[in-house]
């Protein structure tokens, strides 16, 4: 094995062992703030027509909200599957599903979700909410789930940017990260920008490229942090570097904020893309 599908396999484990741990905070501390981008991204999935045999798959479903949201929006004949790569985000899935009552249609199984299971296709439509952003090589990544696509099928990703607020809490974040990261793998350069130009290669259409901004409030900084980094993307910078580093960021980070007590507000920006994949692929 090269050292650099070593480092894959290893980032893989780092982040299926951090969302597996945080799956409830995460659930509770975070998918709320995310609602505003999820209900934009599905709002735009939901209003277009999908081939009409075929599942949605929801790769990197999380807690399985995206799952039950559209199970209610999608025509009951439509079964949906969820995969992501930590169990116990999988857990959660199913366990809201079986409350639903709606197992029968909606599954979660774990799994990467780099590149989904063949006996799933034909697969019409493709969900992904924050997710893209975390796995390795996102561009390949992208071209299998266009790949994955039955013919006009749609694919509709939300994901946060390498840029997600030019100032703010995120931004300081990024910043005292940013020469750091877990486990950091080679990627193609500038990748979002070629998110176009993959697209035409493999026979699709982009029908939506926006860049949807939220407000987003918190009691105070620290509470941020403790989110973020407890339940939240940077859990897996803990798990790597360990807590005596997160405890030296945090320093860094709250001298931003001498004011502890003052509460937060932000608006963050994520990227919707939606693309049709050409009817007459795969003919």
Known sequence: MSAQSAVKRDRKQLLRESWTQIALPYERDLVPRFLPWTHHTLDAFTGLNLPPHGQVV????????????????????????????????VEVANQRIEAAGC??????????????????????GIVSCFGLQQLPEPHRVLTSWVQSLAPGGVLAVCYWPGSVEEAGPWHRMTQLTANKKPL????????????????????????????????????????????????????????????????????????????????????????????????????
């Open 58 to 89: 929801v790769p990197a479903c999380g807690p399985g909200h995206e799952l039950l949201m559209l199970a209610k929006a999608l025509p009951e004949s439509v079964r949906i599957l969820g995969i992501d790569l930590a169990e116990g985000m």
């Open 103 to 124: 197992s029968e249609r909606v599954h979660a199984v774990a799994g990467d979700a780099c590149s989904l299971p063949t006996e799933w296709q034909p697969i019409s």
């Open 184 to 283: 950091k793998q080679d990627e193609t350069a500038d990748w979002e920008s070629q998110i176009p130009v993959l697209a035409a290669a493999e026979g699709a259409d982009v029908l939506v490229d926006a860049i949807p901004q939220y407000d987003m409030k918190w009691p105070n900084a620290e509470t941020f942090w403790k989110v973020m980094t407890e339940a939240g993307p940077w859990h897996a910078r803990m798990l790597h570097y360990g807590q005596q580093h997160m405890d030296d960021l945090k320093v860094e980070f709250l001298r931003a904020y001498p004011d502890s007590s003052a509460p937060l507000e932000h608006a963050p920006r994520a990227r919707v893309i939606i693309m049709r994949r050409h009817k007459k692929a795969m003919l």
